[in-house]
């Protein structure tokens, strides 16, 4: 069965530094990956997408990059800032239409 | 405004009483998709519609029912609830499957006794 996998223990950085979050994953070949922010009570908020012929995708203060070979998808917060703490979902989309989530990674931004 | 809505948001029930979870889209989206969020388990997709009259499986469907009949709407049905049921549940919806974001909605905590 699909496993995607991302770090259980949040991550704390200082503001301003650069946050670095990691989404593995196996027994699968996604046909894109997304990064969603979710905040504590409320529903998941899309942040990027990139899919699998694609290796860096940027918006503003994030970068996704995607390597299929190691199977592992890392998500950049640049000039981290403590609005940016929140949980961070990577999901992968395959070619049925279905989307597998991974449990998230919290990250705190601390002035 | 943009912007998929559930109703009811919290939600406490008895095991085997049926219960429907609405959910509504008004963006015109043709995919919509259901999904429900555990402790450590992460959001898991239960079923999923690419149009009107089309549905299928997800991840975990088991106990669980869906309808499109409506673009517009797309209701979640628990015909016996029973308590590992228990759940965050969300309802998204997105342009295509494969084209763009999913929305959202905020969410419906359901608790079976």
């Known amino acids: 069965s699909q496993k995607i996998e991302q770090n259980s223990e949040a991550l704390n950085i200082q503001e301003g530094k650069t946050a670095t979050l990691t989404c593995n994953y196996t027994n699968y070949s996604p046909a894109y990956l997304q990064w969603y922010r979710q905040d504590p009570g409320r529903g998941p908020v899309f942040l990027l997408l990139i899919r699998e012929n694609e290796k860096e995708k940027r918006k503003e203060r994030l970068k996704v990059t995607f390597d299929t070979t190691l199977k592992q998808s890392l998500f950049h917060i640049t000039a981290s800032q403590p609005a940016d703490s929140a949980t961070y979902l990577c999901?992968?989309?395959?070619?049925?239409?279905?989307?597998?989530f991974g449990s998230g990674t919290k990250l705190n931004v601390k002035p | 405004e943009a912007q998929v809505t559930q109703n009811p948001r919290y939600l406490i029930t008895v095991t085997g009483k049926k219960l429907t979870v609405t959910c509504s889209q008004n963006?015109?989206?043709?995919?919509m998709s259901w999904y429900r969020q555990d402790p450590g388990l992460g959001l898991r997709q239960i079923y999923y519609s690419m149009n009107v009259e089309v549905t299928d499986k997800g991840d975990v469907p088991e106990g669980y029912k869906v309808s499109r009949k409506e673009k517009r709407n797309f209701p979640l049905i628990l015909e016996s609830p029973s308590p590992n049921q228990t759940s965050l549940y969300f309802c998204a919806s997105s342009l295509g499957a494969r084209k763009e974001t999913q929305y959202f909605g905020p969410g419906t905590r359901l608790l079976v006794l």
């Open positions: 999901a992968l989309g395959d070619n049925f239409n279905k989307f597998y």
């Open positions: 963006m015109n989206h043709e995919y």
